[in-house]
C-alpha cells in the first residue's frame, strides 16, 4: 500500500509575476509533441486556459498536483496533455502496460474523458492506446478486448472505482498497476460524497510501492474535507495550483453568471416554469434539474400537455442511451433538458386509492408492475459532475439541491469558459435550509450576497393557473409510474437493438430522438397556444416575431424532413425502428383491451 503523506507547496500567479516569470500564450510554449500540437489545432484550442498556462508547465516536471479549479476552466486538458506528452517522451520498446490511471466518478465522465484523450492521440495511436473500463460490457468480455493484438495492455485506462476495483479482484484478470507512472483522480469532491470512500482506501492497496514511485493528480472545483483526506492518501508533496484570477473562484461572478431565486411552494413551482416557457421569459438553451426520477416524468408529462417538448436524462435509462441524449443535446437538437444528478431512484409508487379492483388481481397487478418499473438506477450515473453541456444558457433547480457541491456542479453547467449563463432556483419553504447553506457559502467566497430575487408580476402566472392545475390533476401516479416503463422499455429497445444498425448508418442515428412524447396523459390541444389576453403588452411584440421566425424556420424543417423521410422509407424493411413502432402500437391495442 501506497500511503503517501506531506505538506503541500502552495504556487500564486500573482507571487510568480512579480519575480518576472511570464505567462504562457500559446501552446507551443510548452515544448509539446508536434503530434499533440497538431491533434490541438485540429481541436481549434486556440490558446491555452488560464488554469492550462499555469498547470501544464508543473504536469509536465514530474510533480504530484493538487489542482482546485472550477468547472468548465478546462482542466481536462491539463492533464489528458500532460499524459500523452509524458508517454510519448518515455516511449518503451517493450510490451505495451497500464503506465496511466484515470479515475472519474461517473460513466458519462469516463466517456468525456476518453473522447478527448482519443482526439489528442490521433497522431499516436500506434505508440498510445486507451481504454474505458466504465464501458457497457461485462467485466468477462472486457478483460478480452483489453488484451491488444501483441498480447499487451493499453497504456491509458479510465474508469470509476467501482468498475476498476471488479478488475483488481479478478485474479483472472491480466489488468494490474505494478507499472503505473501517472496516476488521475478527476471531480475528487465527488469520489467520497458518491460513496467511493472504501473503494479508494481499496485501490491504495493495489498501487506501486513507494520504491516504484508515481506522479500524481488530484483534481477539484472545492477542497472540501473529502479532498484533504484524498489528498493524504496519495499525494506527495504536491504543487498546489492557486491563481489570482478570475477562474479562482467556484463559480463566475455576476458579470458572468447572474443566479436568481423565487420563493414558492411546490404546486406553484409547475405553474411558474410553464409561464416561465410558454412566455419566453428566458432565452436559450436551458436544462432543469430535479431531484427524483418521479419528478422529471411529472414535469416531462406536464410539458407534454402545454406542447413544450423536452428530452429526459436519469439513471434508469441505459448507459448507450444516456450518452446518446448529451450527445444530441450537445448538437442542438433539443432545447430544454430535465435531467436528474443523482444515482438515487425513487421508490416504486403504490397504486391509486381510487381504483376499485378485486383485491387478489390488484395484488397481482401491483407486483408485476412494481418489478418493471423498479429499475435499478446506476450507480455510476452523474449528470451534473463535470459533463460539458454546450452552449446551455440557464439552469433551473426546479428542485433546489440538498448540499453545496451538488449546487456548484449544477450551475456549473453554464457560464463556462468564457460564456455568460443564468441560474434560477426555485425555493419552497422546505428547502430553505439548503438554500440558506449555499448562499452563505457563496457569500463567504465572494464577500458579497450572489443570489438575486426574480421579480415578475403576480398577474402574468395567475393567467396559467387554472390551466397547469387542471392539467397536474391529470397526471397521477399510475401514468408516471407508466410513463417510466415506457421510456425504459423504449430506450433498451434502442440501446441494444439500434447499436448494430446504426454502427453501420451513422446519418440514421441522427432521426432517433429522445425528446418524443410519451402520450400517457391525454394532450389538450388548446394548451399548445397561448391566448392573447395571457400574454403581457410588453411581451406582445417580441411573441410575435419569434413566432413568425419559428413559422419560417419549420416550413424550412417540413422541406428538409420530407426529403429525409423519402430516403429513410427505402431503408425501412433494414430498420429495425420500424419494427418496435409495429410493436408499441400491438401493445397499446394489447393494453387498452385488458382494460375494457
Known sequence: MSVRFAEPDIIDEGDQEEEGETVTRSFYDFGLDNRILKSIADLQWASPTPIQAETIPYALSGKDLLIKARTGSGKTGVYAIAAIQH??????????????????????????????????????????????????????????????NNNSLPEIIISTPTKLLEH?????????????????????????????????????????????SYQCFLISATLND????????????PVKINQNDDYSTILPDNKQLLQYYIYCEHDQKFILIITILKL???????????????????????MEQFHIKTCLLNSELPMDSRLHIVQQYNDGLYDIMIATDAPNVVPPVEEEEEQTEPEEESKKKKKKKTENVNRKGDKEYGVSRGIDFYRVANIINFDFPMDFDSYVHRVGRTARVDQKGLALSLISQKEMPYF?????????????????????????????????????????????????????????????????????????????????????VKVKEHLKHVPDYLI?????????????????????????????????????????????????????????????
Do not use: W
Not at 507 to 516: G, I, M, V, Y
Open 168 to 212: 483488481l479482484k479478478d485474479h483472472t484478470s491480466l489488468l494490474n498497476l505494478n507499472t503505473l507512472e501517472l496516476f488521475i483522480l478527476d471531480e475528487a469532491d465527488i469520489l467520497y460524497s458518491l460513496g467511493y470512500a472504501n473503494d479508494m482506501k481499496k485501490i491504495s492497496k493495489y498501487l506501486p510501492s513507494k520504491s516504484k
Open 536 to 596: 403581457p403588452n410588453s411581451l406582445k411584440k417580441i411573441s410575435s416575431t419569434n413566432s413568425e421566425q419559428t413559422t419560417s424556420t419549420n416550413n424550412h424543417n417540413k422541406r428538409k424532413s420530407d426529403t429525409i423521410n423519402k430516403n429513410f422509407k427505402r431503408m425501412k424493411h433494414n430498420n429495425p425502428l420500424a419494427n418496435s413502432l409495429n410493436a408499441v402500437t400491438v401493445l397499446k391495442k394489447e393494453i387498452a383491451r385488458k382494460k375494457t
Open 436 to 520: 440558506e447553506i449555499v448562499r452563505g457559502e457563496l457569500e463567504n467566497e465572494y464577500g458579497e450576497d450572489m443570489f438575486h430575487l426574480y421579480r415578475f408580476k403576480s398577474e402574468q402566472v395567475d393567467g396559467f393557473r387554472y390551466r397547469v392545475l387542471d392539467a397536474l390533476r391529470a397526471i397521477t401516479r399510475v401514468s408516471i409510474r407508466e410513463a417510466r416503463l415506457k421510456e425504459i422499455k423504449s430506450e433498451i429497445f434502442n440501446s441494444k437493438k439500434l447499436k448494430t444498425y446504426f454502427n453501420d448508418n451513422k446519418k440514421e442515428l441522427q432521426l432517433l430522438r429522445h425528446d418524443s412524447a410519451l402520450h400517457i
Open 280 to 302: 419566453q421569459l428566458l432565452i436559450g438553451r436551458t436544462i432543469l434539474f430535479v431531484n427524483s426520477v418521479e419528478q422529471a416524468y411529472r414535469l416531462k408529462l406536464l
Open 87 to 148: 508517454l510519448l517522451t518515455k516511449q518503451q520498446t517493450k510490451n505495451h502496460n497500464v503506465r496511466i490511471l484515470i479515475l472519474s466518478p461517473t460513466k458519462e465522465l469516463c466517456h468525456q474523458i476518453s473522447t478527448v484523450l482519443f482526439k489528442l492521440t490521433n497522431y499516436c495511436r500506434r505508440e498510445i492506446n486507451l481504454y474505458d473500463l466504465s464501458n457497457s460490457l461485462s467485466t468477462q468480455i472486457q478483460k478480452q478486448s483489453l488484451l491488444l
Open 226 to 237: 473529502d479532498v484533504l483526506q484524498l489528498k493524504q492518501l496519495f499525494l506527495h508533496n
